[in-house]
């Protein structure tokens, strides 16, 4: 299990949201708030490891995934990203 968190001022809750639900079929997670962060815990799940993925890999895959998708929303907002 891998433990991202991501800070409530920067990320997007809807598009950390949105990556979890993206890689679902890899990955179990379980999301929270505390402390003015996001967390995901991020655990690979038994059919995607037997395949080759990686843990680590699919967490920071994951992580890239919310900040685009944060990246894109603030810049459809006209907000600078």
Same mark, same amino acid.
């Given at each position: 299990?891998?433990e991202?968190?991501f800070h409530?001022?920067l990320?997007?809750?809807?598009a950390?949201?949105? +990556?979890v639900?993206?890689y679902?079929p890899?990955a179990t997670t379980?999301?929270?708030?505390?402390?003015?962060a996001?967390? =995901?815990? =991020?655990?690979?799940?038994?059919?995607?490891?037997?395949?080759?993925?990686?843990?680590r =890999?699919?967490?920071?895959?994951?992580?890239?995934?919310?900040?685009?998708?944060?990246?894109?929303?603030?810049? +459809?907002?006209g907000?600078?990203a």
């Amino acid at each position: 299990m891998i433990e991202l968190r991501f800070h409530e001022e920067l990320y997007d809750g809807f598009a950390i949201d949105e +990556a979890v639900k993206t890689y679902a079929p890899f990955a179990t997670t379980e999301l929270s708030r505390e402390g003015g962060a996001y967390v =995901v815990k =991020v655990t690979a799940k038994p059919e995607a490891t037997s395949q080759g993925v990686d843990e680590r =890999v699919l967490s920071a895959e994951l992580a890239n995934y919310a900040l685009g998708l944060t990246v894109e929303k603030a810049r +459809a907002a006209g907000g600078a990203a």
